[in-house]
């Protein structure tokens, strides 16, 4: 039995079952469709945004409900719960949207944070370069001071939400010279001239996941839209990062957990040899390794949610959660396919889109390799 976690209470356990219904009722029904073209409805998001679900962490001022991060906690794992990757619900609202309510002045704050807690606007960040992934420094996007604007130049790729997106947090040089300590943070509006999008990118995973280029052509940036104070973006990166990288850990801990209910099912109705697949003790070992690490795994993130709950989460700690639970999403996919044999390479599995989806946890938000270097540090 599962060690019982202690984070939620009656309201949260009500408001589980109304986010379970949703992904069940309007998501997980369509997913496949999403997959096929390459992005979610947008529909969608104006649906998620009427009941409640996006920027619920934002001041009811904004347009949110106020509400603390154990509501964004529940709707990761009950859209991880339905291999729901296609959604850029946590991106927009647990990234984007508290990098405008911690650093934006009031009109950023009142002109975005509504409009995207409806889903009337859908937020983006834009960090990742052709030529700069995990490393900041190799930014070469430009963001030049004239007059009363700012003219960024360059491009970015990889942007989840990009092709959706109506307004992106653009990582931009100010002051190439000081390599990352001279990066700062913009908010671009999709309807600024100069700014264009390119396609859905084909991935090997997230099938259904927005992702696209974004390109820069001296858009005209007016100085209000800037985040924070001009070459203090690095910072405000580092302070937002632990919490982006936990929301890895709960999906890929949440996500490991579907897939072992999953395959469980699978090898007590699959035969072989006149008898249960469960029945042989390889299967039932393999089971019982990765069911205990799984455990293993929920423990220290819901201890690194109490952290974070407590404004004690620090980034090595975040950085650790990262890494480990993502390579272990990746163990249980790929012993859960094996698990499942011929029909595990099969699409219409759900563990085959998990698996598929599952690989670049390990990548995003910082490579594990950036986060084992950032965890060296503190030794």
């Known amino acids: 039995m599962a060690i019982q976690r202690t984070l939620f209470n009656e309201e949260l356990d009500l408001f589980r079952d109304t986010a379970r219904r949703f992904m069940e009722q309007e998501v997980a029904p369509q997913h496949g469709r999403w997959e096929e073209q390459g992005y979610v409805d947008r529909e969608l998001w104006k649906k998620a945004g009427a009941n409640g679900f996006l920027c619920s962490s934002m001041p009811e001022q904004y347009g949110g409900a106020g509400a603390d991060k154990r509501y964004s906690l529940v709707l990761i794992e009950e859209g991880a719960r339905v291999n729901a990757t296609g959604l850029g619900f946590g991106l927009h609202s647990e990234i984007v949207a508290p990098y405008l309510l911690h650093y934006g002045n009031d009109f950023i704050k009142q002109t975005y944070l509504p409009k995207m807690a409806s889903g009337e606007m859908i937020g983006a960040i834009a960090m990742t370069e052709p030529g700069a992934g995990s490393d900041l420094q190799g930014v070469r996007t430009s963001a030049v001071r004239d007059g009363e604007d700012y003219l960024i130049d360059g491009s970015k ?133 990765l069911t205990t690490e799984v455990q293993i795994g929920r423990v220290f993130v819901d201890r690194c949610i109490e952290l974070l709950l407590e404004d004690k989460l620090d980034a090595a700690t975040a950085s650790m959660a990262k890494y480990w639970c993502s390579d272990l999403q990746f163990k249980v996919m790929d012993a859960c396919v094996q698990l499942h044999g011929g029909y595990g390479y099969m699409w219409e599995y759900p563990i085959t889109r998990a698996w598929a989806d599952s690989r670049v946890q390990r990548i995003y938000g910082g490579t594990n390799e950036i986060m084992k270097e950032l965890i060296s540090r503190t030794l």
């Not at 052509?217 to 924070?228: E, H, I, Q």
Request: net charge positive; charged share 25%; glycine share 8%.
């Open 157 to 289: 790729i990889f942007i989840t939400n990009g092709w959706h997106c109506d307004l992106v947090i653009v990582v931009a040089k100010t002051d190439p010279g000081r390599g990352a300590k001279g990066t700062s943070l913009f908010v671009v509006d999709s309807a600024m001239p100069g700014f264009t999008k390119g396609k859905p990118l084909k991935k090997a995973g997230m099938k259904a996941q927005d992702t696209a280029e974004l390109f820069f052509d001296k858009v005209r940036v007016p100085a209000r839209n800037l985040l924070g104070q001009e070459n203090n973006g690095f910072i405000y990166l580092m302070q937002e990062l632990p919490w982006e990288r936990l929301q890895i850990a709960i999906a890929a801990i949440a996500s490991a957990e579907a897939a072992l209910g999953w395959t469980t099912r699978y090898c007590r109705e699959r035969k072989a040899f006149g008898q249960e697949i469960m029945q042989f003790q390889n299967t039932r070992f393999t089971l019982a390794e």
